[in-house]
Nanobody, 122 residues
Framework: QVQLVESGGGSVQAGGSLRLSCAAS????????MGWFRQAPGKEREGVAA????????YYDDSVKGRFTISQDNAKNTVYLQMNSLKPEDTAMYYC???????????????WGQGTQVTVSS
């Protein structure tokens, strides 16, 4: 069993930055893929970014490319999401996920965190 705990959310103005952290209860390398998702009120959950453990490949949704960066620190069992140039449309609950169950990084994962709220004001 893996416990995922997100932190780092908060309220910022447009153009600001936040760094989200996802701490896993066991060595993250054994997870094939770690992902970040978000869900805004009234909208479906959407994939934001993912990082594969094998070669460190990263994937991003088009809406965040060039602004968000996903990274992994295996020594700390932590995955990060650096978010720069934040926009009001980035406002959502952000979730961390581990152990991909699908072929696509946007698919389902075995483990999910409880989420951390990000609010961007204009």
């Amino acid at each position: 069993q893996v416990q995922l705990v997100e932190s780092g959310g908060g309220s910022v103005q447009a153009g600001g930055s936040l760094r989200l952290s996802c701490a896993a209860s066991r060595y993250t390398y054994s997870s094939n893929c770690m992902g970040w998702f978000r869900q805004a009120p009234g909208k479906e959950r959407e994939g934001v970014a993912a990082i594969y453990s094998g070669g460190g490949s990263t994937y991003y949704d088009d809406s965040v490319k060039g602004r968000f960066t996903i990274s992994q620190d295996n020594a700390k069992n932590t995955v990060y999401l650096q978010m720069n140039s934040l926009k009001p449309e980035d406002t959502a609950m952000y979730y961390c996920a581990a152990d991909l169950l699908s072929r696509s990084w946007r698919g389902d994962y075995h483990y999910w965190g409880q989420g951390t709220q990000v609010t961007v004001s204009s």
